[in-house]
């Protein structure tokens, strides 16, 4: 239900003028929904930014979503698989 | 990876028959300045709360639709985190609660100025709203009021 809850709270900043990206672990969902900007991770519940106490995996998924607020020839609804496929992210992503 | 398998037998049928809220029309706001000047904001649904403020109710039939405020001073490490979903492993979010509000990471973001500044305050829900009336009628609408009153630019939402 996380996933809905973030949509609908993004869509509501986007009515105030607010840019927005939101993390998405269900495909489904977001495919459902349509929030404005999506990013699909391949993580499970719990994990959404990937391992804890690792900032540099983190902080890829937060570039990944912070590239689509920065990117002006996208438009709605915005739904974009985070690039962890590459290999090497995935394999040590299977929490 | 994030798939309706990873949760058992009646959540998974839960899921598959609920009337997910389709968002129609889409609204769209484009920045209006780089990113490295932009304020950014955080939205997790973690259900974190400071260890003084009232922790979110867990007995609300279809969910606790409020939020609570998360000082952007806050010390990620004092954070606690209450979400009732028994559907994921909460292991993770209790040894590093960045993964679900990365506090540490945005700082870090404003200090190699890949964006402009952390907003002073940020939010934190209770994802499993299930009932969402009251969220998306009152309780997202004051939320963004807030960020607006603070000239928030961007905001990063982050689910469990």
Redesign the interface.
Known sequence: ?????????????????????????????AE?????RAL??????????????D?RR??KV?EA??KL??D?TL???VLVDFPALCPELCKT?Q? | MGDLNEFSLPVKLFLKAYPWRKIDPIPWALRKKPLSECRLALVSTAALVLPDLKPFDESIRGGDCGFREIPGDADVHRLIESHRSKSFDHAGIHQDPNLAFPIDRARELAERRRIGAVNRRHLSFMGSITAPGRLIQQTAPQAARLFVEDAVDVALLVPV
């Open positions: 239900m996380c996933n809905q809850t973030v949509s609908l709270v993004a869509a509501e900043l986007e009515r105030h003028g607010i840019s927005t990206v939101v993390i998405q672990l269900l495909r489904q969902v459902r929904m349509r929030p404005p699909f991770v391949p993580f499970k519940h719990g994990y959404p930014l990937d391992l804890p106490n900032p983190q902080h937060i979503a912070l607020l920065e002006r438009s709605p609804p992503s929490h």
